[in-house]
């Protein structure tokens, strides 16, 4: 299935005046009082999107990506801000007077040309190991597979690092999850209303200011036997927490053959970047000099209900340091003791 042009922006509509907390890759925000800011982040992120007339590849492949490589583009998204930690820093914002230093070194890597190390004429070759022929798409578990294959010299460390930096190599989590199937078996539907219970038992003991509204709806009279809005539960638990972690780089997914880069979520909603508009490929106008404007969505980012949502996605986070990697662990310890400890 092949999915084309379907971003409009003028069908999106501007970012809710809300009073609950907008977590974007580990930042919380107030849409009343830090909109601003909020704005600025998502549009700091690297957007990349369908191109056309960039060079064939392969040599005599496609010269556009519009209705196969929106998945190869959330990819590269989600590993450009890995690329954005590492080497500048989650803080970093863009700045409209043009790509300069390590932020112009990143986006150059990404270039629709076959000699950037992250370009989809790469990601499209490393895909062919993986049984994908060039043109076709792809899901989020082979595209974090090509990543994983494809890590190149910018995930390492840098001369500039701090000498506990050095030891330890940066590594980046892609972690493919299937969360469950399009329906919920009703033998099970008891068990995940313990663990929803428990959920929110959890929320408001540790004071995380979580919206635990969404998954107290699996205990109405009527969606308590309704194992699509039980789905949708379970996901946004899930998503709540990793959106919340600090390491956080967001998740590659969407819905069916169509997919989308989630960045954070607001009440019931996740917010992502999507990829399904054809632009012109970029090329540099001297050597070194890049237009980047095309490469940040400066329109309100896109937003969806967690219950439209596909059930296979990956999962992304990167641990620059050691100390990264043990909180990151001490984060998905407690979430797991405290969900166990009470079944």
Request: glycine share 8%; aromatic share 12%.
């Amino acid at each position: 299935t092949l999915t084309y042009d379907t971003l409009r922006f003028s069908d999106t509509p501007d970012f809710p005046e809300t009073a609950e907390p907008v977590w974007i890759l580990g930042k919380k925000y107030s849409a009343l009082t830090e909109k601003e800011e909020l704005l600025n982040d998502v549009t700091s992120r690297l957007w990349f999107t369908y191109r056309r007339n960039f060079p064939a590849i392969g040599g005599t492949g496609p010269t556009s990506d519009t209705g196969w490589g929106c998945m190869l583009r959330c990819g590269q998204m989600i590993f450009a801000q890995a690329l954005i930690c590492r080497h500048i820093g989650r803080e970093w914002r863009w700045d409209k007077k043009g790509a300069t230093g390590e932020y112009l070194r990143i986006l150059t890597a990404f270039l629709d040309k076959k000699d950037s190390y992250y370009s989809i004429h790469q990601i499209a070759q490393m895909g062919v190991g993986e049984g994908k022929y060039i043109g076709q798409w792809y899901g989020p578990n082979t595209v974090a597979q090509v990543l994983s294959c494809d890590s190149g010299p910018l995930c390492n460390g840098y001369a500039g690092a701090p000498d506990s930096h050095r030891l330890w190599k940066p590594l980046v989590l892609l972690i493919p999850l299937r969360l469950g199937l399009s329906e919920i078996n009703e033998a099970y539907i008891e068990t995940l209303k313990v663990f929803l219970l428990l959920y929110i038992y959890f929320i408001e003991k540790q004071n995380l200011m979580l919206t635990s509204g969404f998954a107290r709806k699996a205990f109405s009279a009527e969606s308590s036997r309704n194992t699509q809005t039980l789905s949708a539960v379970v996901y946004y638990c899930l998503f709540q927490h990793c959106f919340m972690l600090p390491q956080s780089l967001g998740v590659i997914g969407g819905r069916p053959n169509s997919a989308h880069y989630f960045i954070g979520y607001v009440g019931d909603e996740l917010i992502y970047l999507d990829p399904h508009t054809t632009q012109p490929a970029v090329e540099p106008s001297d050597g070194t000099y890049i237009q980047d404007d095309s490469f940040h969505c400066q329109h309100p980012p896109c937003r969806m209900h967690v219950s439209e949502i596909d059930p296979s996605i990956a999962v992304g986070f990167i641990c620059n340091s050691e100390e990264d990697f043990d909180d990151w662990c001490q984060h998905i310890r407690k979430v797991s003791t405290t969900l166990s400890s009470k079944t």
